[in-house]
């Protein structure tokens, strides 16, 4: 983690340091993680898997020295799991201990809902003062959770406090810097997007994805990195079952790295599309033939970049 940083003054600042942690934005990403900083604005990040949405919530909280909270959401998450729960064995052996010492009920309640008896989880966690700086919340895949989950987070969202009906009411001294991601297998409700910043993370384009792949796979040579994505652009038209996304692009271009390819070729494709698609309907397809055929596009493309 680097040493706590300042936030940004500008757009252009916000670029930079997201860049100095291994992240290429593009110019309506960075606007929108300036606004939500400067703002102190939630900001929801939607878009295909695999696009940088989770990784820009890691990139701000390195960049900024901050520590990093991930609510990792998943059907069935509850208040218990994502906010704080009461600790009920060590209540239980207050009670007990209680009992003995014949303590009065009305001291016995107002003992056994004290805060050394909550037990932190990451939604009240993100709330407490820490001395680098508000952290990172990170709530990711929120389509993941079930809808009612989402009216649990309004009032975090909208006010960053969380009510807990035995103790009374948490805010954060200063507001969190929350991301939260979807994936979009489900529509998120308009009440949770109305307190939050939006914005849609498309694939990147070439220029950009040769960018982020040289960041993240800097072994890999210019020609090669220049190959695979103009490879991997050409199998997100193909209308596959799973598109790879940039952490495809990169885990493939660290696979090329490893096997010490410099440049590709039909059987390399062929023995590498692991790396690189992950469903067995989608290698299936795109191997032998079609992955020639497209392998030729992309090399017909580059020559008519050069000229003859």
């Given at each position: 983690?680097?040493?706590?940083?300042t936030l940004?003054?500008?757009?252009?600042?916000?670029?930079?340091?997201?860049?100095?942690?291994?992240y290429?934005a593009?110019?309506?990403?960075?606007?929108?993680?300036?606004?939500?900083?400067?703002?102190?604005?939630p900001?929801f990040?939607?878009g295909?898997?695999?696009?940088?949405?989770?990784?820009?919530?890691?990139?701000?909280?390195?960049?900024?020295?901050?520590?990093?909270?991930?609510?990792?959401?998943?059907?069935?998450?509850?208040?218990?799991?994502?906010?704080?729960?009461?600790?009920?064995?060590?209540?239980?052996?207050?009670?007990?201990?209680?009992?003995?010492?014949?303590?009065?009920?009305q001291?016995?309640?107002?003992?056994?809902?004290?805060?050394?008896?909550?037990?932190?989880?990451?939604?009240?966690?993100?709330?407490?003062?820490?001395?680098r700086?508000?952290?990172?919340?990170?709530?990711?895949?929120?389509?993941?959770?079930?809808?009612?989950?989402?009216?649990?987070?309004?009032?975090?969202?909208?006010?960053?406090?969380?009510?807990?009906?035995?103790?009374?009411t948490?805010?954060?001294?200063?507001?969190?810097?929350?991301?939260?991601?979807?994936?979009?297998?489900?529509?998120?409700?308009?009440?949770?997007?109305?307190?939050?910043?939006y914005?849609?993370?498309?694939?990147?384009?070439?220029?950009?994805?040769?960018?982020?792949?040289?960041s993240?796979?800097?072994?890999?040579?210019?020609a090669?990195?220049?190959?695979?994505?103009?490879?991997?652009?050409?199998?997100?038209e193909?209308?596959?079952?799973?598109?790879?996304?940039?952490?495809?692009?990169?885990?493939?271009?660290?696979?090329?790295?490893?096997?010490?390819?410099?440049?590709?070729?039909?059987?390399?494709?062929?023995?590498?599309l692991?790396?690189?698609?992950?469903?067995?309907?989608?290698?299936?397809?795109?191997?032998?033939?079609?992955?020639?055929?497209?392998?030729?596009?992309?090399?017909?493309?580059?020559?008519?970049?050069?000229?003859?």
């Amino acid at each position: 983690m680097h040493a706590a940083q300042t936030l940004p003054a500008d757009v252009d600042g916000a670029a930079t340091l997201l860049a100095g942690a291994g992240y290429v934005a593009s110019r309506g990403l960075a606007t929108a993680t300036f606004l939500a900083l400067r703002l102190h604005r939630p900001l929801f990040l939607e878009g295909e898997a695999g696009v940088g949405k989770t990784e820009l919530a890691k990139a701000l909280a390195s960049a900024l020295g901050r520590e990093l909270i991930r609510l990792q959401c998943y059907e069935g998450l509850d208040l218990a799991r994502a906010a704080y729960e009461w600790d009920y064995p060590r209540q239980l052996l207050h009670i007990r201990a209680a009992e003995r010492e014949a303590q009065s009920s009305q001291g016995l309640e107002q003992d056994l809902y004290h805060e050394r008896y909550l037990l932190e989880r990451p939604l009240l966690r993100a709330l407490r003062p820490q001395a680098r700086g508000a952290p990172v919340l990170l709530i990711d895949e929120l389509d993941r959770a079930d809808p009612p989950f989402e009216a649990m987070l309004l009032e975090l969202l909208a006010d960053f406090q969380l009510s807990i009906p035995e103790l009374g009411t948490v805010r954060a001294p200063v507001p969190p810097i929350v991301v939260l991601t979807s994936n979009r297998t489900r529509e998120v409700h308009d009440a949770l997007k109305r307190r939050c910043l939006y914005h849609w993370v498309d694939y990147p384009d070439a220029e950009t994805e040769q960018r982020i792949v040289a960041s993240r796979a800097s072994v890999v040579s210019e020609a090669l990195g220049q190959q695979l994505v103009a490879f991997v652009q050409r199998l997100r038209e193909q209308g596959l079952y799973k598109a790879p996304g940039v952490a495809e692009a990169i885990d493939w271009a660290n696979a090329l790295s490893q096997l010490e390819a410099s440049t590709l070729t039909g059987e390399l494709v062929d023995d590498t599309l692991g790396a690189l698609l992950k469903t067995q309907e989608d290698i299936a397809r795109i191997r032998g033939p079609e992955a020639a055929r497209l392998l030729a596009q992309v090399r017909g493309d580059a020559q008519t970049r050069t000229g003859p």
